[in-house]
């Protein structure tokens, strides 16, 4: 009797292991490309954002008047309330960042922004300050 236990679970053993081996997909990329598109979004993201804060400084120079205010103004006509930009236009919106005249030129500091991206095997968190010098026409003088 016990040599027929022993010989079924055997049996049982070798066909899990055969329904295994058939359902393996061998596909180990499928990971690695799920980590590669979300290190893909957030960097776009932050691109995205540095040009976008590069654009509205430069236009809110040229108009003149309250530079913070053109801004506010601008970045409200221009956000799309898109997920993937995390707390930019937020901040933007709420006046959490500083853009005033410095020298000859203009400062634009936006601290804690965050950018996210989630998908099946996990998420990224990136977090960033954003730093730009401009001169008095509205040329970048300095970036991040």
Do not use: C, W
Request: proline share 1%; hydrophobic share 45%.
């Amino acid at each position: 009797m016990p040599i027929l236990l022993l010989f079924v679970v055997a049996l049982v053993l070798v066909i899990f292991t055969l329904a295994v081996f058939v359902n393996f997909s061998r596909d180990f990329t499928t990971p690695s490309s799920h980590v590669n598109d979300m290190i893909s979004e957030v960097d776009f993201s932050q691109q995205y954002i540095l040009a976008s804060a590069r654009s509205m400084s430069q236009e809110s120079i040229i108009q003149g008047g309250n530079i913070q205010e053109n801004f506010v103004k601008l970045a409200t006509a221009r956000d799309l309330r898109i997920a993937s930009l995390g707390n930019y236009f937020g901040k933007i919106r709420t006046h959490d960042f500083v853009f005033e005249k410095k020298g000859k030129g203009y400062v634009l500091e936006i601290k804690g922004l965050v950018l996210q991206s989630k998908n099946d095997v996990g998420g990224i968190i990136r977090h960033f300050d954003l730093l730009m010098e401009f001169d008095e026409q509205g040329g970048v003088a300095q970036g991040l």
